[in-house]
């Protein structure tokens, strides 16, 4: 029987080397598996109106691969998981490309899919890594919106930040379609809940 670690795999992908979707799935099957989720996250061509030709991605690479190493461990602490392989590319990702893959395996569906919305989450609000839009008009760096969410969630400690009132909840580990926070331009966080959007990377 391997370890917890050795059925974990974190790859940082240099430029111009697509992700392999079957190359991740197949390194969580498993006979005892009867799940296996994935997300993919892929370059779109617009956002909020703008037309996007691709995104551009950095990172640190030691640190992220540190940090994603313990996303997968805290996921594995919190559901009976099988295996775990996580992979993200940096440099330019085209429209309709993947920028980051998640496959998960478990005896049950209900582990694998609470763990990869987990692993995307924490992924986004917390690795080092950094994404430029490159619009048809130019060039931007974006915040994932999960980072800022957290920023916002350390600054409630104090019930204050940046000078406004905040009020945020802590999004349940557990549950597939948590709480969610969203910012109006008060800075005022408002609480709702549903489902994710598309499976698109923000």
């Not at 005896?107 to 990869?116: E, G, K, M, Y």
């Not at 692993?119 to 048809?136: C, F, G, H, Q, S």
Request: with cysteine.
């Amino acid at each position: 029987m391997m370890a917890a670690e050795e059925k974990t795999l974190v790859e940082i992908l240099e430029e111009h080397n697509p992700i392999d979707l079957a190359k991740y799935i197949n390194y969580v099957s498993a006979p005892q598996a009867g799940a296996i989720a994935t997300f993919s996250g892929t370059t779109r061509d617009t956002f909020e109106g703008k037309v996007v030709l691709e995104l551009r991605y950095e990172a640190y690479t030691p640190m992220a691969i540190r940090y994603l190493k313990s996303i997968c461990s805290s996921a594995r602490s919190s559901w009976n998981l099988h295996s775990i392989a996580v992979a993200h590319r940096l440099g330019p990702v085209p429209v309709g490309e993947t920028s980051v893959f998640i496959a998960i395996s478990s005896v049950h569906r209900i582990d694998a899919l609470d763990a990869c919305k987990y692993v995307i989450d924490e992924l986004k609000a917390t690795v080092p890594i950094w994404k430029k839009e490159v619009l048809a008009n130019g060039e931007v760096w974006k915040e994932n919106s999960e980072f800022l969410e957290r920023r916002l969630e350390l600054g409630k400690k104090d019930g204050d930040c940046c000078g406004k009132k905040v009020e945020a909840e802590v999004h349940d580990k557990k549950g597939c379609c948590g709480t969610k926070v969203k910012v109006n331009e008060e800075g005022i966080a408002n609480n709702s809940t549903g489902h994710e959007g598309s499976g698109e990377v923000e």
